[in-house]
């Protein structure tokens, strides 16, 4: 079964510092999406992608944060400065057109630390 | 924008029946979702309901009145794998993302 792949698994990176995390849609899928989840709390909505430009983001996507589709498989959510705060479980989805678009199908996420 | 509300946790046997209600307020509705995430895992999808009435699948069950801005998940014949965290989610009103709900831990204890 097609799934949505994502890397790191885990990373620890210090304040200030940029990360990048990857991912791989299922590769029929048009809309791209990252979600993030604090420890014990909600999903919650970052950013939404389609025909390679930013179809909706959240408050929580402010400057600090970027998307890119750079080729024609991966899909890049881009941290500038990290923060403290930034520490969470980032959660990579995608979803077909039309009405099978209301199921989104999410990767097994890419935690990240920041000290 | 949209925001939902449904119960924190629920424990109950192995062999029980859990209900999950979920009630929403949104700008603009698209369906009810719902996903089931084990701690640590991703969100995976269990149903939707697009439409009111009873979605079935297989010892789980999802419903919706749209009338009352409402839905929940069934859970029947509980099993220990069972327990995990439930969100209810709706669609945006111009876009196909998902805004969830604060999640429902369900603890299935022997």
């Known amino acids: 079964e097609p799934e949505v792949t994502q890397t790191p698994s885990h990373q620890v990176t210090q304040m200030g510092q940029e990360v990048i995390l990857r991912c791989v849609p299922i590769?029929?899928?048009?809309?791209f999406y990252w979600y993030r989840q604090i420890l014990g709390q909600k999903v919650e909505f970052l950013v939404s992608f389609y025909n390679n430009e930013i179809s909706e983001k959240s408050e929580i996507f402010d400057d600090q944060f970027s998307v890119e589709r750079p080729d024609g498989s991966n899909f890049t959510l881009k941290i500038r400065s990290t923060k403290l705060e930034d520490s969470a479980m980032y959660f990579c989805a995608s979803s077909p057109t039309g009405n099978s678009g209301n199921t989104i199908y999410f990767g097994e996420g890419s935690w990240l630390t920041v000290v | 924008g949209q925001s939902l509300e449904q119960p924190s946790e629920v424990t109950a046997v192995e062999g029980a029946i859990v209900q999950i209600n979920c009630t929403y307020q949104?700008?603009?509705?698209?369906?009810l979702s719902w996903y089931q995430q084990h701690d640590g895992g991703a969100p995976t999808f269990l149903s939707y309901n697009g439409l009111d009435g009873l979605e079935e699948t297989g010892r789980f069950s999802s419903f919706l009145s749209r009338s009352d801005s409402y839905g929940y998940l069934l859970l029947q014949e509980l099993q220990m794998k069972d327990s995990a965290s439930y969100f209810c989610a709706v669609r945006g009103p111009n876009d196909y993302k998902l805004s969830f709900g604060a999640g429902t831990t369900v603890t299935v204890r022997a």
């Open positions: 949104t700008s603009g509705f698209y369906g």
């Open positions: 590769s029929n899928h048009l809309y």
